[in-house]
Nanobody
Framework: QVQMVESGGGLVQAGGSLRLSCTAS????????MGWFRQAPGKEREGVAS????????NYADSAEGRFTISRDDGKNALFLQMTSLKPEDTAVYYC???????????????????????WGQGTQVTVSS
């Protein structure tokens, strides 16, 4: 059974930083496109960042570009999201996600779509106070 678990969320002040981590059992990240999503109350789930299987390419939502960094360590079967210069509007539940197949088309500009990802963690709450 596939289980993905996020950690690292919490309460921070605006301008602060957080590092989210994601690990999994029953699934290897190797060769798989990975992503981070978030959902705030009253809003649609938003793709935040994604990373190509080899880690050479990344894709960010406009709201995250320049502030967030997605990375991976396949040797540790881990995915990370380093968030800096946090804003109150970053407050949301953050989810890590994996595609259900290896390879696939990776775009550095196309919208990051929830429908492209089949495995999800339970989410970790990030709250940014003003």
């Amino acid at each position: 059974q596939v289980q993905m678990v996020e950690s690292g969320g919490g309460l921070v002040q605006a301008g602060g930083s957080l590092r989210l981590s994601c690990t999994a059992s029953g699934l290897t990240f190797r060769g798989v496109i990975m992503g981070w999503f978030r959902q705030a109350p009253g809003k649609e789930r938003e793709g935040v960042a994604s990373i190509s299987p080899d880690g050479d390419d990344t894709n960010y939502a406009d709201s995250a570009e320049g502030r967030f960094t997605i990375s991976r360590d396949d040797g540790k079967n881990a995915l990370f999201l380093q968030m800096t210069s946090l804003k109150p509007e970053d407050t949301a539940v953050y989810y890590c996600a994996a595609r259900t197949y290896r390879g696939g088309i990776f775009s550095i500009t196309a919208p990051i779509k929830s429908a492209d990802f089949g495995y999800w963690g339970q989410g970790t709450q990030v709250t940014v106070s003003s």
